[in-house]
């Protein structure tokens, strides 16, 4: 790596900077540098370090934005996820006020701060951990018709890209099922499905977006339905006219009445309402595989084993469908008995964040069960406003769908694999190498377990990037996977990583649990920090706030609207009756930037 973060000390000799301030952007480089220049296992505990003297940066009047953002920049850069960097702010406030209550701060010649430490600094849980902005989607991964598909999706629902790409993603999963996989070595060989969530708040648009883009299998499935119903019609007076036969035959008057009729099966793509004894049918007459689609996918998992009366035996299931497994089951009555060689299965739905901890319980982390759910999490910036834009792309995505279900297993019912390029492995084993890594250096269980499942989940991603371009006619489905294709795959593995980590933080099983800001809260934080510079002695003007939240709105926000949401941001009003102010601390300004921070 090269990258050298000295240059902001120079740059700032070209301003007319005070001594302190030169000091200040000094240090600031040098710990910029230390972050960069870190080993993976060091990297944590030099973030934390240059967080903890953030404050000393803000008294020498440099803009905590520029801090956060070289700071950031240094992270990133030296391989830190967005969580990681937000957590080790967190870190870092937590271990100040520990060290503040242990030992109070003496009196030096040093300048007076223009922003003082919080006055409740003393408690670390006041106030709530809040998660910050989703990472930016990659778009440019996919091939440009998708591109067009899913910026086309997101204007006409006004719905984040989040919303759309999972869309995708999971229509791809169902379609592609088990029809193809990808071979990077001999005994390891994902097919394309997966186990999909987007993870936002109710009323979002979710649902109308996503229906739609999968209203592009609803025509085949009515297509699949209507085959059936004419089998199935065909098949019961096959079965009338055998009974006829039979009654021959016991009568003596034919020597053999045949083989009796078979019953039709029933192709389909996705299912909704099910049991699990009814998708063990469906998965058996599929061997493609099914999808298994839930507009709310805690109700999904909440009503697992509810007939059954086998707590955590679906889940079981769950994960060997997850891996293409087999699925053997005996039952007294035998006519139940079935064995599947290979059954697929992909999931896609919905959750609302509060909803997440109480859907996945701390076993389903410590099973292995959680860590195969991909997490996609959504927030609206502003409120969804009428669109006149409508959605065109549906014959586009019905031509995807059927292309992927075109592809046939071969001809003994097995996996057709596509195998991978010398340069795009070498590229693929670097990545898997350096994650593996990360998690022998000491990650959390739950980041072990998130890392083990991502280094497979880059493949599926790998495979079904290089149907998509195989489909929008820049190969062949059957060619190598190119270089290229797995470097976006790996590019959309980590923005995975990413959400994995917020996702996990919504649960909370074994650290703190954060909460999502709304989109004024973060308008909110946002405000106050681009007025640092106004800032004195701690206190910074209520209007200011005000007129800033509302700079480039079309929709003038109520101040006591305003000031409810600063509230959630543990933010107070000052004591002062003759001062219209909130109080801004050090801390404060710390807690902001990690809900702003992207």
């Known amino acids: 790596m090269n990258h ?20 200040a952007k000094q240090v600031l480089a040098e710990e910029a540098n230390k972050v960069f220049g870190a080993t993976i296992a060091e990297r944590e505990h030099r973030y934390v370090n240059a967080c903890r003297r953030l404050g000393d940066f803000i008294d020498a009047d440099i803009s905590g934005r520029e801090v956060m953002d070289t ?21 870092a406030i937590e271990e100040s006020n520990r060290r503040d209550r242990a030992q109070p701060k003496k009196m030096n010649n040093a300048p007076q701060v223009a922003i003082p430490p919080d006055d409740t600094a003393d408690d670390e849980d006041a106030f709530p951990s809040f998660l910050p902005p989703p990472p930016p989607v990659p778009v440019g991964v996919f091939p ?50 997966m186990y ?21 299998i609803n025509d085949v499935e009515a297509e699949y339905y209507k085959e059936w119903l004419d089998a199935n019609a065909d098949y019961e007076n096959e079965t009338l006219r055998y009974k006829e036969t039979l009654k021959a035959y016991t009568k003596g008057k034919i020597d053999d009445p045949g083989p009796a009729p078979e019953r039709p099966k029933l192709k389909q793509v996705f299912v909704e309402d099910v049991t699990t004894e009814a998708l063990r049918t469906v998965l058996r007459d599929n061997p493609r595989g099914a999808m298994w689609y839930r507009d709310e996918i805690s109700g999904l998992l909440l009503d697992l084993d509810k007939y059954s009366g086998e707590k955590g035996s679906t889940k079981n299931r769950l994960m060997t469908l997850y891996d293409c497994g087999a699925w053997k089951t005996n039952r007294a009555d035998n006519g139940k008995d079935t064995y599947i060689r290979n059954a697929c299965l992909s999931i896609f739905g919905g959750i609302q ?91 959390a269980d739950d980041e072990d377990s998130v890392l083990s499942k991502l280094r497979d989940q880059c493949l599926r991603l790998c ?50 649990k954060a909460v999502e800001a ?3 809260e973060r308008r909110v934080a946002l405000a106050i920090l681009d007025l640092q ?34 509230k959630k941001l543990g933010i107070s009003k000052s004591r002062d009756p003759k001062k219209r102010s909130i109080v801004v601390g050090r801390n404060t300004i710390c807690r902001l930037m990690t809900i702003t921070t992207g």
């Open 353 to 443: 964040p509060k909803k997440l901890a109480e859907a996945f319980c701390k076993s389903d982390a410590e099973s292995g069960f959680l860590p195969r759910f991909m997490f996609i999490r959504f927030v609206q910036t502003g409120p969804q406003l009428f669109s006149e834009a409508d959605f065109k792309h549906l014959p586009d995505l019905t031509e995807i769908a059927r292309s992927f279900l075109s592809l046939k297993l071969s001809e003994n019912g097995s996996t057709q694999y596509i195998g991978v390029s010398k340069e795009a492995k070498q590229i693929y084993v670097q990545w898997h190498d350096r994650i593996a890594t990360e998690s022998w250096m000491g990650s």
């Open 518 to 520: 709304e989109p004024l």
């Open 71 to 91: 700071l950031n920049t240094a992270g990133e850069l030296n391989g830190m996820t967005q969580q990681e960097r937000s957590d080790a702010i967190a870190r």
């Open 4 to 23: 050298d973060f000295t240059s902001l000390h120079d740059a700032s000799l070209f301003y007319a900077d005070s001594g302190a301030t030169v000091r």
């Open 533 to 566: 510079a106004e800032i004195q002695n701690g206190q910074l003007p209520v209007s200011r706030v005000v007129e800033q939240v509302n700079i480039g709105s079309n929709i003038a926000i109520d101040g006591r609207v305003i000031g409810r949401s600063w």
């Open 463 to 512: 495979l079904i990037i290089h149907l998509l371009e195989a489909v929008a006619g820049q190969h062949d489905d059957f060619s190598l996977v190119s270089l290229d294709t797995m470097k976006k795959a790996i590019v959309l593995a980590d923005w995975f990583r990413e959400h994995q980590q917020q996702a996990w933080s919504l649960i909370g099983h074994g650290r703190k």
């Open 196 to 216: 999909l969530c987007l993870v936002g708040k109710s009323g979002s648009g979710k649902s109308p977006c996503t229906n739609a883009m999968l209203d592009a």
């Open 144 to 193: 440009d018709l998708i591109q067009s598909i899913i910026q086309d999706a997101a204007s006409a629902f006004s719905v984040p890209l989040e919303v759309p790409v999972c869309a995708m993603l999971s229509l791809s999963s169902a379609t592609i099922g088990r029809a193809r996989g990808l071979m990077i070595k001999g005994n390891w060989k994902p097919c394309a499905n």
